[in-house]
């Protein structure tokens, strides 16, 4: 197993709990867009913690990029990670992921499970082949809708959201399911990737299936 140990470079915020680490790119590293690597934090108490996110930067980019859901509520390993500054170090593990692009259709995300698509989309952008992708995106209120300028500029009207719990114009105020399925979709031939909490990938993914998607079709995380 090979491991590095990279600087921050720079962190955002990017909504209220979510945050954008910069950080340096080892030499001659690669991923594909959609995949994922085990970040442990190079401090004594947290180095053998590791735990999975998501790339969402570019592979041409000369820096990583992190976009880290921070959950303050216990002292775990993205409190910790909502603690650090420019100059700390992470480790980097295995590159691994199942979530990579198949071909047009559409995304469904939940909250931070929108991650792996970030590179996916920006990657699609960049070569000029987003057109007829679609994203529908559930998150709880407005301010946990991560990205939502970036894709709102990248989509258009293929970025469609929806919150489970506040009903605030323009947003729809419905879970996805079924029902919710059938009314935005009218091709269930196309390729769908799921990404977010593991209920909400079980449901959707049966679901699809009873709606014709063909399981070479329906691409998730492994489970």
């Not at 880290?68 to 700390?88: E, F, P, R």
């Not at 259709?105 to 920006?122: D, E, H, K, Q, Y």
């Not at 031939?189 to 449901?203: A, K, L, T």
């Amino acid at each position: 197993m090979e491991t590095h140990a990279v600087k921050i470079l720079n962190i955002q915020n990017v909504t209220h709990n979510v945050k954008r680490f910069t950080v340096e790119k080892p030499s001659g590293y690669t991923f594909l867009p959609g995949q994922a690597t085990e970040i442990a934090i190079n401090q004594p108490a947290w180095v053998n913690e590791k735990r999975p996110f998501t790339f969402t930067s570019l592979n041409d980019w000369p820096h990583l990029e992190f976009t880290i859901k921070i959950y303050g509520d216990h002292d775990g390993v993205t409190h910790q990670l909502g603690k650090l500054i420019v100059g700390d170090e992470l480790i980097l593990h295995d590159i691994f992921g199942a979530i990579n692009y198949q071909g047009e259709g559409v995304f469904l995300a939940g909250g931070a499970g929108v991650t792996p698509f970030i590179a996916i989309l920006r990657q699609l952008h960049k070569d000029g082949k987003l057109s007829g992708n679609k994203l529908i995106f559930s998150n709880k209120t407005p301010a946990d809708i991560i990205l939502k300028d970036e894709f709102s500029k990248l989509l258009g009207d293929n970025f469609i959201n929806t919150l489970t719990q506040e009903s605030v114009e323009p947003y729809e105020n419905k879970k996805i399911d079924r029902e919710y399925l059938k009314e935005k979709i009218h091709d269930f031939s196309q390729y769908f990737y799921i990404c977010g909490p593991d209920e909400m990938v079980f449901d959707l993914r049966d679901t699809l299936y009873t709606l014709g998607a063909g399981k070479d079709r329906v691409v998730t995380e492994e489970f």
